[in-house]
């Protein structure tokens, strides 16, 4: 038998044999366990569910962020991005710019 098939058939036991299994012994747990054995697992997803929204939040709150400043007229990236247009300065000048202004930020 060579390795190929090997990892097959390890992979399709672990998918068909012992991911059902194990998922109906966590079943039985949360069906006849008493509360007090499981009553641990309400903090547990109370902590998950708290650890989510923030995760949420800071997300939006630097999306938001980011897209303030990326909708600025008047922030200091665009001033330079028209001055290379209308041909006042060059592109290493511009480039020059720009990571000064990523370094201050």
Do not use: C, H
């Amino acid at each position: 038998m060579s390795l190929k098939s090997f990892v097959w058939v390890g992979s399709i036991s672990v998918i068909f044999l012992f991911l059902p299994s194990l998922a109906g012994k966590v079943w039985e747990f949360f069906a006849y366990a008493p509360w007090s054995v499981k009553g641990w697992l309400i903090y547990l997803l109370m902590a998950l569910v708290m650890i989510r929204i923030a995760r949420a939040r800071w997300k939006r709150r630097t999306l938001r962020k980011q897209q303030e400043l990326a909708d600025a007229p008047v922030s200091l990236l665009n001033i330079a991005k028209e001055r290379l247009a209308r041909g006042e300065i060059n592109i290493d000048e511009f480039k020059a710019i720009k990571e000064e202004l990523k370094a201050g930020i």
